[in-house]
């Protein structure tokens, strides 16, 4: 075990959740207690394993205290207990890393240690995840390609920054504007088929040609669909890649190739005539 914060002002709540602590494993050297801001700052640098706060320090109260703890160790996960009525009226918002609220007045040792089990064994799996999105982001923000990936109800699922550039552009939005909102299948009026497609089970790609500023853009559009593992179609993804250099370059070499074969006919057609000529005298 590595060390556990309690932080909160109040010393009855201090006695009773640190003689449950010990019940459950803790020693008196893992519990360390926080009761003002000074000592959340002596503490920052310690490594903890989970912070179980009241919704008071001194000086601050209810939420401001909340926040100030939370940010001074935002990976940690975070347990509320305190008493019934601040849960209901101190909380304005769900920080992040915090996993549980539990009332001081239904706490007891089998249902705090159900609580810090499963708040860091959840922190865990929600830093996992946070990597692999990392992770994901760093490849598809590799490319020029437009990628981005919906869910049945349109809402955006995963999107690089290729996509929000675009839809910048096109909406004349800022891209913060439209990171909140969901994708509208009216931007891409040409291809709306394909995403009723899509969700239907169907893979596709299409190529097709657009002006934009006044040039010849081609583009070439794929939509997979995403399955669970139930193998239910729970959204698609498409990938929208401009190929208007190597589709201008076979049409340049097909038009090269045509004129090079009428060049070729005429000095056929002529080779043909002063031989025909030459057998005739």
């Known amino acids: 075990m590595k060390k556990i914060l309690l932080t909160g002002d109040e010393y009855n709540s201090w006695i009773l959740i640190k003689g449950l602590l010990q019940d459950i494993g803790y020693t008196e050297d893992m519990i360390i207690r926080c009761r003002s801001i000074a000592d959340l700052n002596r503490i920052k640098d310690q490594e903890i394993d989970i912070i179980l706060t009241d919704l008071t320090l001194q000086g601050y109260i209810f939420q401001e205290n909340y926040e100030k703890v939370a940010n001074v160790f935002p990976d940690t996960p975070i347990i509320v207990i305190t008493d019934r009525y601040k849960i209901e009226m101190g909380i304005t918002k769900m920080l992040p890393q915090t996993q549980d609220f539990i009332a001081k007045e239904d706490l007891e040792v089998s249902m705090l240690k159900r609580a810090i ?10 830093k996992k995840v946070l990597f692999e999105k990392q992770k994901i982001h760093a490849v598809i923000n590799n490319t020029h390609d437009i990628i981005w990936c919906i869910d049945k109800n349109n809402k955006i699922l995963l999107a690089n920054n290729a996509y929000w ?88 070499m097909e038009k090269e190739n045509e004129q090079l074969k009428k060049k070729r006919s005429i000095k056929f057609s002529a080779h043909r005539k002063v031989s025909v000529d030459g057998t005739n005298i």
């Open 117 to 126: 089990h499963y708040a860091i064994d959840r922190n865990q799996i929600m």
């Open 165 to 252: 550039q675009r839809i910048s552009a096109i909406t004349g939005k800022e891209i913060n504007e439209i990171q909140c909102g969901y994708f509208d299948k009216n931007l891409f009026k040409t291809r709306a088929y394909y995403f009723d497609l899509a969700f239907k089970g169907q893979t596709y790609k299409v190529t097709e040609k657009e002006k934009i500023n006044g040039c010849d853009i081609y583009e070439e559009m794929s939509f997979t669909p995403i399955r669970d593992e139930y193998d239910n179609i729970i959204g698609i993804c498409c990938i929208l890649r401009d190929i208007t250099d190597p589709v201008t370059y076979i049409q340049r």
